[in-house]
């Protein structure tokens, strides 16, 4: 079993949506959670982190993590073309700089 | 900053060659990671540096991969010999452990796409 899953998508909505994107971890060590979004043919980047269980919102992007279910999730509201990606769950541990990465979802949003 | 830069962006081998993949990070980073990546295990890691010195290799799938950082500013991960099922696509990234937020945030290059006939 990975540490961390995601379901591989891929998910394909309308101009607009709200788009809802999941992860489960099992390692209860883990502390720091990331969103990353990779384009094609191009590396991951950094979209959001949140350390520990809570919400964390940035303009259209929202990342919530529940530690008590090892639920993470991500928000986009008023999804646009340009959000089309693979978007990559993440978590790590305190004081340990491994990160690991869920297998992405690939993500379409059609105009 | 140039952010991280891998060399080569893409390499076509066969079965049994040596491949070495190169990547200058970030400068200042005190980190440096190589990652694998293949559609039916997603991004794994292989190997990571801290102020080059290695840390863990765990991930390093056998002896036929290596790495090195003999500086600050350059590493190389070398396959010898490569075979077919180490097509993937390879990347670098760097860290550094600057204020609260700078141990998570990995930085990563274009990466380099390893195909091996």
């Known amino acids: 079993q990975k540490e961390v899953e995601q379901d591989p998508g891929p998910l394909s909505v309308p101009e607009g949506a709200i788009v809802s994107l999941n992860c489960t971890y099992s390692n209860s060590a883990f502390q720091y959670f990331m969103w990353y979004r990779q384009y094609s043919r191009k590396g991951p980047e950094l979209l959001m982190y949140?350390?520990?269980?809570g919400n964390k919102e940035d303009g259209r992007f929202t990342a919530q993590v529940d530690k008590s279910s090892k639920y993470i999730s991500l928000f986009i509201r008023d999804s646009q073309p340009s959000d089309s990606a693979t978007y990559l769950c993440a978590a790590r541990s305190g004081g340990y700089q491994k990160v690991t990465f869920g297998t992405g979802t690939k993500l379409q949003v059609i105009p | 900053d140039a952010g991280v830069i891998q060399s080569p962006r893409h390499e076509v081998t066969e079965m049994g060659q040596e491949v070495t993949l190169r990547c200058k990070p970030i400068?200042?980073?005190?980190?440096l990671f190589w990652y694998r990546q293949t559609m039916m295990r997603g991004l794994e890691l292989l190997i990571y540096?801290?102020?080059?010195?290695?840390?863990?290799d765990s991930g390093m799938p056998e002896d036929r991969f290596s790495a090195k950082m003999p500086n600050a500013s350059f590493s190389t991960l070398k396959i010898q010999p490569s075979e077919p099922r180490d097509s993937a696509v390879y990347f670098c990234?760097?860290?550094?452990?600057?204020?609260?937020?700078?141990?998570?945030?990995?930085?990563f290059g274009a990466g380099s796409r390893l195909t091996v006939l």
């Open positions: 949140t350390y520990s269980s």
């Open positions: 990234a760097s860290s550094g452990t600057g204020g609260p937020s700078g141990a998570n945030v990995l930085t």
């Open positions: 400068s200042g980073h005190d980190y």
């Open positions: 540096f801290n102020n080059n010195v290695p840390i863990d």
